[in-house]
């Protein structure tokens, strides 16, 4: 496995482990424990959770399994995200869907998190969404409370423009570690909208969401999908790779921005599958091919 080093205390594997979907994989703990070992098995060290997913309850059910086995948590690193709010069973007093990135709630979530969690600390707490409402100000005076207490780490964004993190950058006092964008074969904007390219700039290590594009890879349901499949499988036939999702994996990983892509699947093989991404590279003409796919056009 591969890793970015970060700094001395945060290292994250060039692949992620991700539970946005994970309420729906029909996992008890003891389950959750052998997905999380194979995971570990693979050498990837890095697991994406947000405090929303899974109506604000998939973060317990993970937490479950740390505090049956105490001897994982030591072995991961932990990334959630925070300031989505919508109505929700778990907490009956969210009444409507907005973004809160207050001091106060981005320091109630955190530690929510933390002890759903049962992991002690986060590594790494993104911003979920940037809201049009957001002060910088209070962010950054509640980073530096849950910084300074020990509850988080390190801090980065999630879907952010490069104007808005660069902003907040320059309220923050801690180094935004990641932003996490959606990005993949079909969702190609971030290669030419500045977003990739401020984060080369910066040194920037970015987390891609989404990097199968949902399934529509598979699903063949328009002509731009399969074109780009076509091109991937093409591609793929240099090293005798046929699985697509490794292709698109590999796609990513061989760009220079050091993505980091995230696996929201909880089935081995295709945890396999991404993991054997890192053993396939794409050249530049190959690269352009599929990038020229996603298009409909070659590049000028």
């Known amino acids: 496995m591969e890793y970015h080093i970060i700094n001395q205390d945060l290292k994250m594997s060039r692949l992620v482990h991700g539970y946005w979907r994970a309420h729906k994989w029909d996992l008890d703990t003891q389950g959750y424990i052998r997905l999380i070992e194979e995971v570990l098995a693979t050498g990837i060290n890095t697991f994406d959770h947000a405090a929303c997913y899974g109506g604000f309850a ?15 948590r030591e072995r991961m690193t932990i990334v959630s995200k ?9 907490l009956p007093e969210m009444k409507s869907k907005h973004y809160d990135n207050s001091a106060a709630h981005i320091i109630w979530s955190a530690e929510r998190s933390v002890r759903e ?92 969401w989404s990097p199968l594009a949902g399934g529509k890879l598979f699903d063949h349901s328009d002509e731009r999908s399969r074109r780009v499949a076509q091109a991937l499988l093409q591609a793929g036939e240099a090293c005798s790779e046929t699985r697509l999702d490794t292709l698109a994996y590999a796609w990513l990983l061989s760009h220079p921005a050091g993505l980091m892509p995230i696996i929201g699947s909880g089935q081995s093989e295709r945890i396999r599958n991404a993991a054997d991404a890192l053993s396939v590279r794409f050249d530049d003409e190959a690269w352009i091919r599929v990038y020229a796919a996603a298009q409909g056009h070659d590049v000028p």
Do not use: W
């Open 58 to 72: 998939n973060e317990s059910r993970f937490g479950a399994a740390l505090k049956a086995d105490k001897s994982l």
């Open 82 to 90: 925070c300031g989505i709010s919508f109505p929700n069973p778990t």
């Open 117 to 208: 969690l049962g992991c002690g600390h986060l590594d790494l707490l993104l911003l979920h969404r940037p809201s049009p409402f957001l002060n910088p100000e209070e962010v950054a005076a509640a980073f530096d409370s849950l910084h300074t207490r020990g509850i988080v780490r390190h801090f980065g964004v999630s879907n952010y423009p490069a104007q808005k993190l660069n902003m907040l950058q320059s309220y923050v006092a801690q180094p935004l570690a990641t932003n996490q964008i959606e990005i993949s074969p079909l969702h190609i904007a971030p290669f030419s909208d500045g977003s990739l390219d401020y984060l080369l700039e910066k040194r920037i290590k970015p987390m891609a």
